[in-house]
């Protein structure tokens, strides 16, 4: 059964103060891995997709990294509006099966 | 381009009653899923299909069905609502490997009394 974790499931950061988010993965054939964000009331916003190894995508203050067996979403110099939970899901088999992670709530201080 | 659309927004059920949540998208996309997502508890996969008449389970299937008789329609159909099935539930549509996003609808707060 595929397993997604992400870890920590919260996170509280200072303005401007960089980290990591962790989203840890157990399957069989990955397809390619998601990050989203998603604000409370509202749908998950799509932010990356990493296929492979060793790829990286970038967007704003955002950085996704993938290995074999995890993601990172690298914060750099977060703002308040960063303040968000974030999830990460995989992608695998035939028929293209999505797996979530739990999500990891991160608050940023002003 | 409207995207992934879903009625209702919100909608309160007594114990028993049945209902369809309506998913919509525009995209041409062949690959829709159904999510229900409760608190601390991330997004659980109720159905998923790849296309027009194929449907599959996903993790928490019981006391849910789904068809895809169109490309673009994906209802799913709650029989015997349980308060349990109190949750927020999620359609979203993802074109296939290669084509990057998958798409959210905005989601349908759903409570069983």
């Known amino acids: 059964e595929d397993q997604v974790t992400q870890s920590p499931e919260a996170l509280r950061l200072q303005e401007g103060e960089s980290s990591s988010l962790n989203c840890s993965y157990t399957?069989?054939?990955?397809?390619?891995l998601f990050w989203y964000r998603q604000d409370p009331g509202k749908g998950p916003e799509f932010l990356f997709t990493?296929?492979?190894a060793g790829e990286e995508k970038e967007k704003e203050r955002l950085k996704a990294t993938l290995t074999k067996k995890e993601s990172f979403l690298h914060i750099t110099a977060p703002k308040p509006e960063d303040s968000a939970t974030y999830l990460c899901a995989v992608v695998t088999g035939a028929n293209s099966k999505l797996t979530f992670g739990k999500g990891i709530t991160l608050s940023v201080r002003p | 381009n409207a995207g992934v659309t879903q009625t209702p927004k919100f909608r309160i059920l007594k114990i028993g009653q049945s209902m369809t949540l309506q998913c919509t998208q525009d995209?041409?996309?062949?690959?829709m899923y159904w999510y229900r997502q409760d608190p601390g508890m991330g997004l659980k996969l109720i159905y998923y299909?790849?296309?027009?008449?194929?449907?599959d389970k996903g993790e928490v299937p019981n006391g849910y069905n789904v068809s895809r008789s169109t490309t673009e329609d994906f209802p799913l159909r709650l029989e015997l609502a349980a308060p349990s099935q109190t949750s927020v539930y999620f359609c979203?549509?993802?074109?296939?490997?290669?084509?990057?996003?998958?798409?959210f609808g905005p989601g349908t707060r759903l409570t069983v009394l």
């Open positions: 299909s790849v296309g027009a008449g194929i449907t």
């Open positions: 399957v069989s054939g990955l397809r390619g």
């Open positions: 995209m041409n996309h062949n690959y």
């Open positions: 979203a549509s993802y074109g296939g490997p290669g084509l990057n996003e998958q798409f």
């Open positions: 990493l296929y492979s």
